[in-house]
């Protein structure tokens, strides 16, 4: 099965799990008030569109972009985002 099937028979799934160049919708996230707040200063909001750059693997970093700006999250941090499908 590919990437791109899995996603689509999946609802949901944590951002660490998605290949690079998938674009993907921000669905919600799984943590703590401080961490909702720091996500949201970093531009990631409900319904973001964001492309993966670069995926680190099961244990490294992922590079996103968010409209013109790309950062760089570490595995816990995208671990605790959930995204879908993009719908074309």
């Not at 669905?27 to 970093?42: L, P, Q, T, V």
């Not at 492309?51 to 941090?77: C, D, F, P």
Request: overall charge positive; glycine content about 12%.
């Amino acid at each position: 099965m590919t990437k791109d099937k899995e996603i689509q028979d999946k609802a949901f799934l944590q951002l660490s799990k998605i290949d690079s160049g998938i674009v993907v919708i921000l669905s919600h996230f799984e943590g703590g008030a401080s961490f909702k707040e720091r996500i949201s200063h970093m531009g990631l909001k409900i319904d973001s569109e964001i492309k993966i750059i670069s995926s680190g693997g099961s244990l490294g970093r992922i590079l996103i972009q968010v409209g013109e700006t790309r950062l760089a999250l570490g595995h816990g941090m995208s671990n605790k985002i959930f995204v879908k499908r993009k719908k074309l």
